[in-house]
């Protein structure tokens, strides 16, 4: 996974590109009518990553390169969005392209900014959005059906496994419940890897709330936490309009902006963070004269893996890795001193990486 690719989905004129516009600073249009967005609007962000700048002051670095998420703004869904309704399957397929989905829900209410469905609803407009999906899915999963039933008069083991799995799935949809709440095995996934499901899709909700409500939540949240608990979906309060403000500002402004507002982070911290952890990403971190880097792998990677992220060639000629813990390197103030007290390790081929590895890998050209 070069880059994290969340897309942003949800009803029309719930916040969606004053969202994007305000993390990406990219400039979609953010206008008061169903449809402004008429093609996907991506931007990259930041991971942000304090380290990083340690890192490029204790290695004097000429280059700092964090790692990346890439925001996709989907044009609103609505419903009978799956039959063509709206901008349709278009945007449906947008949403089969990327890794994550970030559903915003509109938590807030305003007067002067109208809504799809006249009244505010979080619960009704998930639903809408998730039925919408389910519908989608099942279109795709019976034509699949259709296609294996071929191959299974023939006898085909595979075929029958796939036919089993999707019959499972085809009955979850039915009952507009997404494919991912049948937590499929990693081999049943595999098995229906072509299919592409939207609902398989890992998803959290983005709450989008007035700045009044950023501090103490509203009813309206409570709802959205209270579904998502039931999914095991993560939850993130923003303030679009407040993200916006913070864009404006430079890093000092904006740190003292979010403590006025009683906060810790901003909502683009948190959105990223929920993100990676939705998908059991983590950064290990490469640091020189010449470059400060964070490398964005998925828990559980093994060190000749992670070697590959950096180039297939070290991944091919991998000897071994020089690891040092972040906070040990940080704490002697240099590799030399953190390699005296015995705290630079060589790593073989299976070594597991952690979130904050300072890595050097070693390899045969």
């Known amino acids: 996974m ?5 897309g942003i989905v949800g009803l029309p004129n719930v916040g969606k590109s004053t969202l994007f516009n305000a993390i990406t600073k990219a400039g979609a249009e953010a206008a008061n009518y169903p449809f402004c967005t008429i093609e ?3 931007g990259v962000v930041a991971v942000p990553d304090s380290r990083l700048e340690v890192l490029t002051k204790l290695y004097n670095s000429k280059k700092t390169t964090p790692a990346s ?3 996709v703004d989907i044009a609103g869904l609505v419903k009978g969005a799956s039959k063509g309704e709206g901008l349709g399957n278009k945007f449906l397929e947008h949403i089969r392209q990327v890794d994550a989905i970030a559903h915003v829900v509109r938590c807030f209410e305003d007067e002067n900014i109208t809504h799809v469905a006249d009244t505010i609803d979080p619960l009704r407009d998930i639903d809408t959005i998730q039925t919408e999906l389910c519908l989608a899915d099942l279109d795709v999963v019976e034509k699949r059906l259709a296609k294996v039933a071929k191959l299974l008069k023939s006898g085909s083991k595979d075929a029958k496994l796939e036919t089993e799995i999707l019959e499972r799935v085809k009955n979850s949809l039915d009952n507009a419940k997404p494919a991912r709440s049948l937590n499929l095995t990693a081999e049943e996934l595999f098995m229906i890897r072509d299919a592409n499901l939207l609902t398989l899709k890992p998803t959290l909700y983005i709450a989008n709330v007035a700045e009044e409500d950023l501090a103490e939540e509203n009813s309206h949240v409570a709802k959205v936490r209270k579904l998502a608990a039931k999914e095991e979906a993560q939850v993130v309060v923003i303030c679009a309009k407040v993200e916006s403000e913070i864009a404006e500002l430079d890093a000092d402004e904006a740190q003292e902006f979010l403590t006025d507002l009683g906060l810790e982070s901003s909502g683009l911290d948190r959105l990223i963070h929920a993100a990676f952890d939705l998908l059991g990403l983590m950064t290990f971190l490469t640091a020189g004269p010449d470059e400060c880097r964070a490398w964005t792998i998925t828990k559980g990677t093994p060190a000749v893996k992670a070697a590959g992220k950096i180039h297939s060639d070290i991944e091919r000629g991998f000897i071994r890795a020089e690891i040092v813990n972040y ?18 390790r060589l790593e073989g081929k299976d070594y597991i990486m952690q979130d904050g590895d300072v890595t050097y890998f070693r390899f045969n050209v």
């Open 69 to 71: 998420v890439r925001f």
């Open 2 to 6: 070069s880059n994290l690719e969340v």
């Open 40 to 42: 996907p609007n991506v």
């Open 327 to 344: 906070d040990d390197l940080i704490k002697l103030g240099s590799i030399t001193a953190a390699r005296d007290k015995g705290l630079v």
